[in-house]
């Protein structure tokens, strides 16, 4: 097992919060899925997400809520580009998510910021 900075684990935690909420946002947003590819924030995705397990994995508890937390995103997503019944459903657990992982973002950017002037 290798040893993670504490810059290294806030840098992750920050950009799995930052492709979480632009999953989302493509969900809502049309011009948003066509400016940026879906495979390539796939791909960022599952990198943060698997970087994010191995370290993680000192600490099951924590790891299994990031994992949960993901698989939420996922799937509110998911509900939202199958539209209909299962979009309007899924919008106001989707703004509370995003507001979530919003304001982990913006607490943890702070945070790095704090780790990187030490």
Do not use: W
Request: net charge neutral.
């Amino acid at each position: 097992m290798s040893s993670h900075t504490h810059i290294e684990i806030t840098e992750t935690l920050v950009r799995l919060y930052v492709f979480l909420t632009q999953y989302l946002d493509r969900c809502l947003d049309e011009a948003a899925r066509k400016a940026y590819p879906d495979e390539e924030l796939q791909v960022h995705l599952s990198t943060a997400r698997a970087t994010m397990a191995d370290i993680l994995a000192v600490n099951p508890v924590v790891k299994s809520k990031v994992e949960k937390e993901c698989k939420d995103v996922l799937a509110l997503g998911a509900a939202i580009l199958k539209g209909g019944h299962d979009r309007a459903s899924a919008m106001e657990p989707m703004q509370a998510q995003r507001a979530i992982l919003r304001n982990k973002t913006i607490a943890l950017s702070d945070l790095l910021a704090v780790f990187r002037a030490l």
